[in-house]
């Protein structure tokens, strides 16, 4: 158990809907970031939040929203869904930035875009 | 810009055997290097990391990889094969980035081998 904690498990959807994904990190961690995870573009890097605020960004998609409350939960959000947002979407969190610190996930939030 | 690639998306072994996985690394700054594994319908456990400290870096479930500059590498390897090894491994390497007066630790991940355990 890495202690970062997602909600749902599985989201099943249609397109040109919006959904919120639920992370809550490891306790005492600040920092929470947001990957997509599917077979043809492997693992990418969203977004990254650190005590409140945003830190870094990737490849994130205009449509996609995160942030992060100052209980240190986060959300992301997807807005507009297409086929190809179909996915595992996972959260990790990290105790300071990132850098030498591992991050630790949790087990993702599946979803199906039909 | 960093970069991590995988050699063999696909690794196949017998039960005892030796396990290597290859990672190759490229980055224009000192890395920071980790191990994940995936089980199926997981998220990624960290198996070990090397942050330039000693460079044969032992994890756990009896993996450790050896960091060896000259040759940007970071294999994993594990001298005997458990059924229980069978799963998804990625190598990631990190770097700080310094940008607009703040920094963050920016970490990308290997494409992923896919190792499978012979009885």
């Known amino acids: 158990d890495s202690g970062v904690t997602q909600t749902p498990k599985h989201l099943i959807t249609a397109t040109g809907q919006r959904v919120t994904l639920r992370c809550s990190p490891r306790s005492g961690d600040l920092s929470v970031y947001w990957y997509q995870q599917s077979l043809d573009q492997g693992l990418q890097f969203l977004i990254q939040y650190y005590n409140g605020e945003e830190r870094a960004k990737g490849n994130i998609l205009e449509r996609f929203s995160a942030q992060q409350f100052p209980d240190l939960h986060s959300e992301l959000n997807l807005s507009s869904l297409e086929l190809g947002d179909s996915a595992l979407y996972f959260c990790?969190?990290?105790?300071?930035?990132?850098?030498?610190?591992?991050?630790?996930f949790g087990d993702g939030t599946r979803l199906s875009i039909l | 810009a960093q970069s991590v690639t995988q050699l063999g998306s696909h690794v196949s072994v017998s039960e005892g055997a030796l396990v290597l996985l290859r990672c190759n690394y490229s980055?224009?700054?000192?890395?920071?290097l980790f191990w994940y594994v995936q089980y199926p319908n997981q998220g990624l456990q960290l198996l070990l990391k090397y942050t330039s400290a000693a460079t044969l870096v032992k994890g756990i479930n009896g993996f450790e990889a050896e960091f060896k500059k000259s040759e940007t590498s970071f294999h994993l390897t594990k001298p005997s094969a458990h059924m229980s090894d069978a799963a998804e491994y990625f190598c990631a390497v990190s770097v700080r980035i310094n940008a607009g007066g703040t920094s963050y630790g920016k970490l990308t991940f290997g494409q992923g081998t896919i190792l499978t355990v012979h009885p």
């Open positions: 990790a969190s990290s105790a300071g930035t990132g850098g030498s610190q591992p991050q630790h």
């Open positions: 980055s224009s700054v000192p890395p920071y």
